[in-house]
C-alpha cells in the first residue's frame, strides 16, 4: 500500500533529541535527590486487565495512525482496557512532565533513548526488572542495538520499539556512467568511486558531486561514523575518543575534503535542497552517494519513484574489512512513568507494543523502520527491495550504538563541533582534537555526577 511518508515526524525526532538534551540538565538537578523507585511487582499479572492507561509518544500525521492501529489491536485484545493516547509530544516535554512527579503519564515513548541517563538512575522510569521476571519476558528476544538502548548501567528501566539503521545510498545509473559495477566497500573505493562521479561546471564549481564527505551534511555525524572504523565512545561515566581509529577516520576524512576543496565543497552544500524533502540531493542526483537510514526507501518510493539506485553497508576504514555488513543503528524506548497509577496496565501495554513480533512487523512496515526483536527482522515485509539491506545491517554483529549519559547527546555534539572545526582548517592534529574533546565531555559528566 503506497502512502506518503511524513517528513515532520522525522524533523520532530532530530528536534526532539535537542530539547531533550538541553532537558537533560534540569531532570538531571531534579533526579539528584531522589534516591531511585524501587519498582515492586505483584507475584503475579492479573489475569483480566481492565481500566484505563495513557500512552504519550512523539509520532505524528501518518505515523501517529499506524501507532493508533496498534493500540487497536491492543484494545480488542483486551476489551476491558482503554488506552488514552496522546501523539506528538517531544521528548523534552514528557521528560520534565515526569521529573515534575506528575501522574498523568503512565507509558512514554521516546524518540530516542537519549533521556534514559537521567530517567533511570532517578526513578523517572520505573525499573522494568521486576516484571520482566515475573512474566518471563527475555531480553535476549531483542538484537544487540536496542537491547543496548533502552538500559542505563545495568537498569532496564525501558524496552525498545523499532530502530534506525544506517548504511549507503547510492545512485546506480550515475554509477554505471561513471564506469562502476558494484559499491564500495573500503574508505579508500568510496573516495575512488566518489571522484569518479564528481563532475563541474566551467567555472571550476562543483555539478555534480560523488559523495559529500563534510562532517554535518545530512545524516555525517560521529556516532555514524564510528562502527565502519571501529571507533569507540567509552563508557557511560567517561569519554575515550582519544584513540587511533577515531584519529585514522578524522584523517581520512579531512584528506578527503582537501582533496575537492573546502570552501568548494561548502558552496556546494550551501545550494542543496533540505534533508526531509523532495529536493534531498540524493533524490535529485546531485549527490551520488550518501550516508542515510532505512526511512530513505520509502521517501525515494513517494517522492521520486523513477530514481535508480541500490543501498549497500556502508564502506569501512581500510584496514578493517571485518567491520564491513554492520554500521550504526539506535532505537526509540518505551518506560512506564514513576507515578503511573495504572503499572500493571502500563506494563501490559508497553510488553504488547514492544515485544509483539507481529505487532512489531506491522509498525515496520507503516513507518519504514527496523523492529528491535530478531523474530520481527526476518518478518515479511512489504516495503521496497532496498530496505532489506537495513534489516541485513541490523542483525550484523558489528552494528553499534553509542553509550547512554548523563548528559544526553553531548558527547556527540562536541565532537561534531570539533569535527566540524578540524575539516575546516581550524586543527592540524585530530588527537588533540580528541582529546580536546574528552576533557569537555568528561568535565560535563563530572558536573552531571555531582
Known amino acids: ?28 538537578l531534579a533526579g539528584c535527590s531522589a534516591s531511585g523507585n524501587a519498582t515492586q511487582a505483584a507475584p503475579a499479572a492479573p489475569s483480566k486487565l481492565s481500566g484505563t492507561v495513557s500512552l504519550w509518544h512523539y509520532w505524528t500525521d501518518r505515523e501517529a495512525k499506524a501507532v493508533q492501529s496498534l493500540v487497536d489491536d491492543f484494545e480488542k485484545a483486551n476489551p476491558g482496557v482503554k488506552v488514552v493516547v496522546h501523539p506528538a509530544q517531544d ?50 528476544q531483542f538484537s544487540a542495538v536496542p537491547r543496548a538502548n533502552s538500559s542505563y ?22 554509477a554505471a556512467a561513471a564506469g562502476i559495477t558494484s559499491p564500495p566497500k573500503t574508505l579508500s573505493e568510496l573516495e575512488s568511486d566518489a571522484l569518479k562521479m564528481t ?30 572504523a571501529g571507533a569507540t565512545w567509552g563508557t557511560s561515566t567517561k569519554s575515550e575518543l582519544d584513540t587511533k581509529n577515531w584519529a585514522d577516520l578524522m584523517s ?34 546531485q549527490v551520488g552517494m550518501m550516508m542515510d537510514g532505512e526511512w530513505r526507501v520509502a521517501f525515494i518510493r513517494d517522492q521520486t519513484p523513477n530514481l535508480q539506485y541500490q543501498t549497500a553497508p556502508f564502506p569501512v576504514l581500510d584496514g578493517h574489512s571485518d567491520l564491513y555488513g554492520g554500521g550504526y543503528s539506535v532505537a526509540n ?67 553499534g550504538t553509542p553509550p547512554n549519559t548523563a548528559i544526553g547527546h553531548g558527547p556527540q555534539d562536541t565532537l561534531l563541533t570539533a569535527w566540524q572545526a578540524y575539516q575546516s582548517g581550524g586543527a592540524a592534529d585530530p588527537s588533540k582534537v580528541l582529546k580536546d574533546a574528552d576533557t569537555s565531555i568528561n568535565g560535563s559528566l563530572g558536573l552531571s555526577a555531582g
Open 1 to 28: 500500500m503506497k502512502y506518503n511518508l511524513s517528513s515532520s515526524g522525522r524533523r520532530r525526532l532530530r528536534a526532539s533529541a535537542v530539547i531533550a538534551s538541553l532537558a537533560i540538565a534540569g531532570v538531571a
Open 91 to 140: 521528548d523534552g516535554k514528557l521528560t520534565q512532565v515526569i521529573a515534575s512527579g506528575s501522574n498523568t503519564v503512565d507509558v512514554a515513548w521516546l524518540a530516542t533513548p537519549l533521556q534514559l541517563g537521567t530517567l533511570c538512575p532517578s526513578g523517572g522510569f520505573k525499573d522494568l526488572g521486576p516484571y520482566l521476571t515475573r512474566d518471563k519476558v527475555s531480553l535476549s
Open 153 to 174: 548501567k545495568g537498569v532496564q528501566c525501558s524496552l525498545p520499539s523499532v530502530a534506525d539503521s544506517y548504511g549507503l545510498y547510492y545512485n546506480s545509473a550515475l
Open 199 to 228: 563532475t563541474y561546471n566551467p567555472d571550476g564549481s562543483i555539478k555534480t558531486l560523488g559523495f559529500n564527505p563534510l562532517m554535518g551534511f545530512y545524516q555525517n555525524k560521529p556516532e555514524a561514523y564510528a562502527p565502519i
Open 252 to 285: 581520512w576524512q579531512k584528506a578527503f575534503v582537501d582533496k575537492i576543496g573546502y570552501a568548494k565543497l561548502k558552496a556546494f552544500t550551501s545550494g542543496l535542497g533540505d534533508e526531509f524533502s523532495a529536493n534531498n540531493a540524493f533524490q535529485t542526483g
Open 333 to 399: 524506548v518505551l518506560g512506564i512513568a514513576k507515578n503511573s497509577q495504572h503499572t500493571e496496565l502500563a506494563w501490559a501495554l508497553l510488553k504488547y507494543l514492544t515485544t509483539n513480533d507481529a505487532g512489531l512487523v506491522k509498525l515496520a512496515n507503516s513507518v519504514a523502520n527496523i523492529p528491535p526483536t530478531t523474530a520481527a527482522i526476518h518478518g515479511t515485509y512489504s516495503l521496497p527491495s532496498q530496505f532489506n539491506t537495513f534489516l541485513t545491517i541490523a542483525g550484523n554483529r558489528n552494528v
